[in-house]
């Protein structure tokens, strides 16, 4: 077990290695948000619009892209860049030669870079959402329940990428990520809430584990979803992460025989 | 009892054959072309605990593949191997615990972090009791230099640091088996010598079994005595380096630069060495290994006169290889 804590450090230290990159993201984020504040500004300045699940207020909105935006620092796609260049050039093969199971090694990774990412990157977006836009805060219990949707959130995103890293193991071309990502701002409601979606891609987005990352955990925070639905969505959360583990293990089993470790 | 034993090993890759230009990429898109190359073509040997054992052949005669199926990083197309008891590639963090694996053309350190935050990390990894880290470090320290760059980012080491602080993490566990692929390549004579030294003495104070692929005969005329050649992933020879000398390949070269004068070599000649080129500050060598050996001949000359520079050339295996196929016809 200490290892793996021990993974987690390094992780942790890797990425004050890389410091000037987290903080040039930092400022990307924080340029993205702002787009997005004045763009939902201009839209709602006249006042709440109605959709189909009910009323939006400019400070509801406002609070969904702060959120989402947070929310975004901790979901991202590195697992599958870093499986496909270890694959790629062969290093996987040093990953292998110890004795550790490789799956929780490279969650051990992302939960040090995340929190990195937490402290570098998701602060900053939370103390100027405070301070200079304003956003709404939840009651306890609401705020209690978006933990554990946001912390499952983490652990999804996780599965799905490490499957999609592991699929470099048949096909060596980093496309997986480029679909994740265009899937992942469409149906999880990464810059837009699926209250404005048309009723055809709401139903798609429930057989998606997408929706239940970004959209799930903000509606929760703002108290829009009812309690039942809340319900749902955790035990959805859970059944998703059965399915992708037994996924993510059928894979694995058939990628090692398939193994071909690059290079000398 | 073998700590290693290959029983009919064979290892098949499909490699996708890419057609030129840009008609040739455009057809492998819809129609891909596979061959079947064996890298491991029937090969089988066993290893006692304690050996030295090198194995060599030229660039892609499949000792990498040998190797990574030892360590169980790579599923064998049919045959059986045992290390210790178990299949590796059935039980492969089992297997990992007990083995320690250098390749040199890979690195196993956290390339943004210092090799002590690795070494660390690595005594998490192998639960290695406090008492055994810190008297391998010092072992390390005192051997290898490792105290040198030991506060160092990896990606700032020099090739020859970084390669001594890759062995130091891969014998930190005293592991029963060390495996080294080409773990020399690309260093400079000293560094060399160095590890070299090293590894010997570890084989010799903790009984390790070595495996030491490389295509360089320097290595193995240093370490071991016995000697498994392979060429096109079949074995060719399996026994005393000595003999393979003997038989194939035992002309060796040396080239100095000299600084002074040498007035007479004729006792060179009568000390066996077969030729020799002398003339203004550089001369060279050529003698029978078998009659005379390197050290003698570097010994006389550094004895004799001042030198600049000295670089000793081996029978390359691909000549040795050459005169097996000869010899066979």
């Known amino acids: 077990m200490k290892k793996y804590l ?91 030669v110890k004795p550790v199971n490789f799956q929780t090694y490279t969650f051990c990774n992302m939960l040090g870079q995340n929190m990195f990412s937490f402290l570098f990157q998701l602060l900053p977006i939370l103390v100027i959402g405070v301070i200079f836009v304003g956003i709404e805060l939840p009651s306890i219990f609401n705020f209690l329940l978006f933990l554990v949707t946001l912390i499952n959130a983490i652990v999804i995103m996780f599965q799905m990428n490490y499957a999609l890293g592991l699929v470099a193991f048949w096909y060596m071309r980093g496309w997986q990520s480029t679909i994740v990502w265009i899937l992942n701002r469409l149906f999880s409601g990464r810059y837009i809430p699926l209250w404005f979606f048309p009723p055809i891609l709401v139903t798609i987005s429930y057989f998606l584990p997408l929706r239940l990352m970004y959209f799930v955990p903000i509606s929760i925070y703002l108290g829009t979803m009812a309690p039942l639905d809340c319900l749902y969505s955790i035990l959805q959360q859970f059944a998703w992460m059965l399915v992708l583990y037994g996924m993510t293990r059928l894979m694995w089993r058939a990628a090692i025989k398939k193994l071909v470790i690059q290079g000398g | 009892m073998p700590i290693i034993k290959v029983d009919n090993l064979y290892k098949e890759y499909h490699q996708r054959k890419g057609r030129e230009g840009l008609t040739g990429a455009f057809k492998d898109l819809f129609n891909r072309q596979f061959k079947t190359v064996k890298a491991v073509d029937g090969v089988s ?35 059986k191997i045992d290390v210790n008891g178990i299949e590796p590639y ?71 640091q970084r390669m001594r602080a890759d ?114 500050n550089k001369i060279t060598i050529k003698y029978d290994s078998v009659k005379i050996n390197s050290s003698t001949v570097v010994r006389w000359l550094v004895e004799k006169v001042e030198t600049k520079d000295i670089s000793i050339t081996v029978t390359p295996i691909e000549d040795v290889i050459r005169k097996m196929y000869a010899a066979r016809n």
């Open chain 2, 167 to 280: 062995i130091s993490c891969a014998l930190l566990h005293n592991p029963d088996i060390l495996y080294l692929d080409e773990p020399t390549i690309g260093l400079d004579v000293v560094v060399k010598e160095r590890i070299r030294e090293f590894i010997r003495e570890v084989n010799k104070s903790r009984n390790t079994t070595i495996i030491l692929a490389t295509h360089d005969m320097s290595d193995i005329e240093r370490l071991s005595s016995r000697v498994m050649v392979v060429n096109s992933g079949k074995i060719m020879y399996d026994g005393n380096l000595n003999t393979l000398k003997r038989r194939y390949g035992t002309e060796e070269t040396i080239v100095a630069d000299l600084l002074g004068r040498i007035d007479d070599t004729s006792e060179l000649k009568s000390m066996g060495v077969d030729k020799i080129i002398y003339d203004n």
């Open chain 2, 90 to 160: 059935k039980h492969r963090e089992l297997n990992a615990k007990r083995i320690g694996v250098v390749f040199g053309q890979r690195t196993q350190l956290w390339w943004d972090i210092p090799v002590s935050e690795t070494l660390s990390l690595m005594r998490y990894i192998y639960d290695v009791p406090e008492q055994q880290y810190l008297e391998n470090l010092k072992i390390f320290s005192d051997i290898l230099g490792l105290d040198k760059f030991y506060h160092t980012p990896v990606r700032q080491l020099s090739l020859g």
């Open chain 2, 45 to 79: 040997f066993s290893i006692e605990k304690g050996e030295i054992v090198g194995y060599i052949g030229p660039n892609g005669a499949g000792k990498s593949t040998t190797i990574k199926m030892l360590i169980g990083i790579l599923v064998p197309s049919s045959g």
């Open chain 1, 6 to 96: 021990k993974f987690i450090q390094i992780s942790f230290n890797n990425g004050l290695a890389y410091r000037v990159e987290y903080f040039v993201g930092t400022f990307r984020n924080l340029v993205i948000l702002l787009v997005q504040l004045a763009v939902w500004k201009a839209l709602l300045t006249a006042g709440p619009v109605t959709t189909g699940s009910g009323v939006v207020t400019l400070r509801e909105m406002t609070t969904y892209v702060v959120i989402s935006s947070m929310i975004g620092t901790l979901l991202t796609v590195d697992v599958i860049f870093n499986m496909n260049d270890r694959i790629r050039n062969g290093q996987i093969g040093m990953d292998l």
